[in-house]
């Protein structure tokens, strides 16, 4: 079974400074994809940014970058220019495939505070 | 991007009734639905795999007689709670896989059910 750890529950930072959050995973599979979900106060999930394990290019998606080291099953969310809109619970997670039944699991969530 | 619809949004009920939640999928057809719980701070638990036409597959430790699930067209699944009680007051969340390139298999969640049982 897969497991994804996120080891900070909380994290603050200043408005327009950079953040990073992190997670680590631990499979057996090589075909897999990892996940960051940005969970805002209103709790609606959505997507931020997608890995695919095979690409070696780390993903981008404007202020967000993450820094993927499969080797080391490791993979941070860096958050640059950080927002107030940015405040929210952020989830890291793994799929195992894209195959019709294939689940998400997810880690246990940072808590990030954008500051003023 | 797709869009997941959940109804209702928020429900009180009384403990021994049933409540039904819906999870829809408005633009695009999900043979595969997921239903998922969150505590209060929490991450969010998995707790069935909906199948389109089929069995709904359930995790570990979830109870299949206490949780429902149909998942009878391409677009909508439901979850009912049977004989709730307080320790089923949770956010119930779904999601649905979206297929073709364009969504790129991607899960889309619904914005959730808040369930109080008193």
């Known amino acids: 079974a897969q497991t994804v750890t996120q080891s900070q529950p909380e994290m603050s930072v200043q408005e327009a400074e950079t953040v990073t959050l992190s997670c680590t995973y631990d499979t057996s599979e090589s075909n897999y994809y990892l996940f960051w979900y940005k969970q805002p106060p209103s709790r609606q999930m959505i997507l931020v940014i997608r890995q695919e394990a095979y690409k070696q290019q780390n993903a981008t998606e404007n202020r967000f970058s993450v820094n993927f080291q499969k080797a080391a099953k490791s993979f941070s969310l860096k958050i640059s220019d950080s927002q107030l809109g940015d405040t929210a619970m952020y989830f890291c997670?793994?799929?195992?495939?894209?195959?019709?039944?294939?689940?998400?699991?997810f880690g246990g969530g940072t808590r990030l505070m954008v500051k003023p | 991007g797709a869009v997941v619809s959940q109804h209702p949004s928020r429900v009180i009920c009384k403990s021994g009734t049933s409540v039904k939640i819906e999870c829809r999928s408005l633009?695009?057809?999900?043979?595969?639905m997921f239903w998922y719980r969150q505590f209060p701070k929490k991450s969010l638990m998995l707790m069935a795999t909906s199948n389109e036409g089929s069995k709904a597959t359930y995790e570990q430790g979830v109870e299949k007689d206490k949780f429902l699930i149909n998942h009878a067209s391409l677009t909508l699944s439901t979850l009912t709670v049977t004989s709730a009680h307080p320790e089923d007051s949770s956010f119930y969340i779904c999601s649905a896989r979206a297929y073709g390139q364009a969504y790129y298999n991607e899960q889309f969640f619904g914005p959730g059910t808040r369930l109080t049982v008193l």
């Open positions: 633009d695009f057809q999900a043979t595969t």
């Open positions: 997670a793994f799929m195992n495939g894209l195959g019709a039944g294939n689940m998400l699991t």
